[in-house]
């Protein structure tokens, strides 16, 4: 009987290198910092500001950074890009900083080298400033370029505003720093700012019924509306979805996961103002902004009435408020019924929010319960 050789054993693999989870967090920042501003890291003896738009660091070392802050569109195309990196390369140290609110900053590390950046920058058009006291550069959300929801163009309103407010951006005169912001949906980015400007939709969505049942995730849907405002429901006999108009609030969560129901109109969807908000806890506690004006027209491309309105709140906020208040600070000083009174704003019943009605909606949610 022929012998049957027992099969040799597969060969052993090699120990594979475990796989590493990829952090998906804040990136490192250190490799983008000025050699010198990480040389000092955390050992500055004072630092200054020899101009507006200028800071200047001394460490204990003895070693000096300037760093000199300059505006930018946020939304740059390739060749805006190309000609602020020449001028960093040229001018600068070929090191730059973008900052959240869309400014560059670029580090030298000789007080000669700063007039000559500065030139370069302005004749380029990207004006120096928003340091100190200043109105500094807008944070703004994506707008349509960046985004599937937005109710109005962020990026334009601020070109416009920023138009209006350049002079102020470039001067330190201001009580202390405005930081200003925009929302183009009523419901994520954006933040408190001392004067935001936010999309405000006025009407329940319209729902395309023809296309709900082949779009949506319609248990997703419900389960979105923070009070509980949408039902299924079966329309020509297809399955969609319907509205109780009397229980929704307008915010505009329901049309992203589904975009049947457009609720982004050119005459209902307006733009509200908001002031007196703040994240930090440098000097005093933050605080939450409240609408001091609702209803303005969503008006491209200048958008002149919300600018009309930000820059009357800025210029009576400039003359009234004592030094070194920020934009809530001189509210609760003066109250808000003198607020109302200095700048001209109308008070009217659409900026209280007596939350009349929130027993019977938000508590239908599965969201919030009380
Ligand atoms: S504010 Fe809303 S619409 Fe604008 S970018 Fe953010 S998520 Fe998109
Ligand atoms: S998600 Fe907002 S806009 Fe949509 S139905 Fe509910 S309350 Fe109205």
Not at 113 to 142: D, R
Not at 233 to 253: Q, T
Request: proline content about 8%; charged content about 25%; overall charge positive.
């Amino acid at each position: 009987m022929a012998q049957v050789e027992a099969p040799a054993a597969p060969a052993k693999a090699a120990p594979k290198t475990p796989r590493r989870a990829i952090e998906s967090g804040v990136p490192d920042n250190t490799p983008f910092l000025h050699p010198l501003m990480k040389k000092n890291y955390g050992n500055w003896k004072y630092h200054d500001r020899p101009r507006p738009g200028v800071l200047h660091h001394v460490a204990h070392s003895g070693d000096e950074l300037w760093t000199v802050k300059a505006g930018t569109q946020r939304q740059m195309d390739v060749w805006t890009i190309r000609k602020l990196c020449e001028i960093i390369d040229k001018f600068g140290e070929g090191q730059v900083r973008f900052t959240i609110r869309s400014n560059v900053e670029i580090g030298v590390s000789k007080r000669e080298k700063v007039e000559p950046l500065i030139n370069a920058l302005e004749s380029a058009g990207f004006p120096v400033g928003g340091t100190g006291n200043s109105v500094s550069m807008i944070a703004h959300t994506q707008g349509w370029l960046h985004c599937d929801i937005p109710g109005t163009d962020a990026s334009g309103a601020v070109k416009a505003l920023m138009d209006d407010l350049i002079v102020e951006f470039k001067r330190e005169e201001m009580p202390n720093r405005v930081h200003l912001s925009t929302s183009c949906c009523e419901i994520n980015c954006g933040g408190q700012a001392d004067i935001a400007i936010i999309v405000q939709h006025t009407k329940p969505p319209k729902i395309n019924h023809d296309l709900v049942a082949n779009v949506c995730e319609r248990p997703a849907v419900v389960a979105r509306c923070p009070v509980a405002a949408i039902r299924p429901a079966l329309v020509n006999g297809k399955p969609s979805l319907e509205v109780d108009e009397k229980k929704c609030i307008c915010c505009g969560a329901c049309y992203p996961p589904c975009p049947p129901m457009q609720i982004n109109d050119p005459e209902h969807s307006k733009l509200a103002i908001w002031v007196g908000g703040k994240n930090s806890n440098a000097r005093g506690k933050p605080t939450f902004m409240k609408m001091v004006a609702s209803g303005l027209p969503n008006n491209p491309p200048r958008w002149p009435e919300v600018s009309e309105v930000v820059t009357r709140i800025l210029r009576v906020y400039k003359d009234d408020a004592r030094s070194w208040e920020r934009m809530a600070d001189w509210i609760e000083r003066i109250g808000w019924p003198r607020f109302f009174e200095k700048t001209g704003l109308t008070f009217t019943k659409y900026l209280i929010d007596d939350w009349r009605g929130s027993r019977g909606s938000l508590n239908a949610s599965t969201h919030i319960r009380f």
